[in-house]
């Protein structure tokens, strides 16, 4: 049983450039979310979706950031115009249904922009 | 609103002594909680949860958690430590929609 896969594992951009982060969730799980780990920090939550929806964006930064989980393919976590701060592990947990359910979480991307 | 304080952000053990990793809880309703563990350059791995019922939570690898209610606590114990349990350890609250983590907890282990 394949787990939650997340790619790529390592991403460098340089200030200015996109990033786009991608997680494909346990099979039959249709509930995401994207955390960010900052370093000496634990993991902030950013947004959750379901299915062709967002149901909660409350920890995503208002501007460069976006996310979508279409009806087919992999979840996308995109960062426009990349900045030094934006620097940290995203990582991605899926879940088969809301948040009363056990979230399993992938290995993350870690980003590093120069 | 709810949060976690992980108190300590390096415990350092002993192979074979007891391991004890804090964790303090605020929430206004009654609590979801959790740990989880994360190897370097892996995700998180659930150890154990609290629901409701039974408030000794035993987990995987040997570790267990009591939730207590008037402390406000959900510490994690093993009675044992191993050279592998050398990793991060997070405590976490569920929020409205989504889990709320701690800070973490470094754990080492000697031989």
């Known amino acids: 049983n394949a787990g939650v896969m997340q790619n790529p594992r390592h991403l460098v951009r340089r200030r200015g450039q996109e990033a786009r982060l991608r997680c494909s969730p346990v099979?039959?799980?249709?509930?995401v979310y994207w955390y960010r780990q900052l370093p000496e920090e634990g993991l902030k939550f950013m947004v959750y979706?379901?299915?062709?929806?967002?149901?909660?964006e409350s920890g995503m930064p208002k501007e460069r950031f976006s996310a979508e989980f279409p009806k087919e393919g992999p979840s996308i976590l995109r960062i426009q115009q990349v900045v030094r701060g934006d620097s940290a592990a995203y990582f991605c947990?899926?879940?088969?249904?809301?948040?009363?359910?056990?979230?399993?979480f992938g290995p993350g991307t870690r980003l590093t922009v120069l | 609103a709810q949060s976690v304080t992980q108190l300590g952000s390096h415990v350092s053990v002993s192979e074979g002594a007891l391991v004890l990793l804090r964790c303090n809880y605020s929430?206004?309703?009654?609590?979801?909680l959790f740990w989880y563990v994360q190897y370097p350059n892996q995700g998180l791995q659930l150890l154990l949860k609290?629901?409701?019922?039974?408030?000794l939570v035993k987990g995987i690898n040997g570790f267990e958690a009591e939730f207590k209610k008037s402390e406000t606590s959900f510490h994690l114990t093993k009675p044992s430590a191993h050279m592998s349990d050398a990793a991060e350890y997070f405590c976490?609250?569920?929020?409205?929609?989504?889990?709320?983590f701690g800070k973490g907890t470094t754990l080492s282990v000697s031989s």
């Open positions: 609290y629901t409701t019922g039974a408030t």
């Open positions: 947990a899926s879940s088969p249904g809301d948040s009363r359910n056990e979230q399993f």
């Open positions: 976490a609250v569920r929020g409205r929609t989504a889990l709320i």
């Open positions: 979706l379901q299915k062709e929806n967002i149901i909660d």
């Open positions: 929430s206004s309703v009654p609590p979801y």
């Open positions: 099979k039959g799980h249709s509930h």
